[in-house]
């Protein structure tokens, strides 16, 4: 099981693009890279995924590098909504403890 | 449609009392996950479903635990006498991945607050 280690805080203005990276060393070849992003009195909600190289969708971009020992998750021109704490995961499939969500980093947007 | 829904969203209990937390997830939703979040922490996972199988139970903390899916669909977390440090929000996930191939992403419910007193 891969583990993996992010900031445990981040803060950034508003309307500025912000880039949080995870760390995993031990990711196995058939593992992908899952964010989650968790508000107040909320259950987590997904954000993106990714196995190689660059994932974009309507809320954030993944970037993976061909080792894939890391991942950047960017969130482009943050606003005062996105403050929440950002786990990344992972792990093969969703069967059984694969889905190890750590501490996160907790992103604080400042007006 | 309507996401995963858990009831009742908080809960105190006596220690020593027996507790029942409810699920029901997205309908269709063949998986389905039970996790432990306590204050500033990441959530934890606690079992998994496949429809009504009980396929990993690994991280139940103590045999004072127990989940059931008996039909395939809605799920009941049981913690029997329960103590202080069961106080958490227990939160559950659904998704529509089988566990086969890639991580499918989950849909989480807004979970449930224990507190026992």
């Known amino acids: 099981l891969a583990k993996t280690t992010q900031p445990i805080s981040m803060d950034s203005y508003e309307g500025q693009e912000v880039n949080i990276t995870c760390s995993h060393n031990?990711?196995?070849?058939?593992?992908?890279i899952t964010w989650y992003q968790q508000f107040p009195s909320q259950g987590p909600r997904f954000i993106i995924q990714g196995y190689k190289t660059k994932v974009t969708n309507e809320v954030a971009s993944l970037f993976i590098p061909a080792d894939r020992k890391s991942s950047t998750l960017s969130l482009p021109r943050v606003s005062l909504s996105d403050t929440a704490v950002y786990y990344c995961?992972?792990?093969?499939?969703?069967?059984?403890?694969?889905?190890?969500f750590g501490t996160g980093t907790s992103l604080t947007v400042i007006p | 449609g309507a996401g995963v829904s858990q009831s009742p969203r908080y809960k105190v209990a006596k220690r020593g009392q027996d507790v029942a937390l409810r699920c029901d997830p997205i309908s269709g939703h063949v998986s389905l996950f039970w996790y432990q979040q306590a204050l500033g922490q990441g959530p934890e996972f606690l079992t998994y479903f496949q429809n009504e199988a009980q396929l990993d139970k690994s991280g139940l903390p103590s045999d004072r635990f127990f989940a059931e899916r008996p039909e395939g669909s809605v799920s009941t977390l049981k913690i029997q006498r329960t103590q202080q440090e069961d106080s958490a929000v227990y939160l559950c996930?659904?998704?529509?991945?089988?566990?086969?191939?890639?991580?499918?992403?989950?849909?989480f419910g807004p979970g449930t607050r224990l507190t026992v007193t």
């Open positions: 996930a659904s998704s529509l991945d089988s566990g086969q191939g890639p991580t499918y992403e989950q849909y």
């Open positions: 031990n990711i196995a070849t058939n593992d992908y």
């Open positions: 995961l992972v792990g093969e499939s969703v069967a059984g403890n694969q889905f190890y």
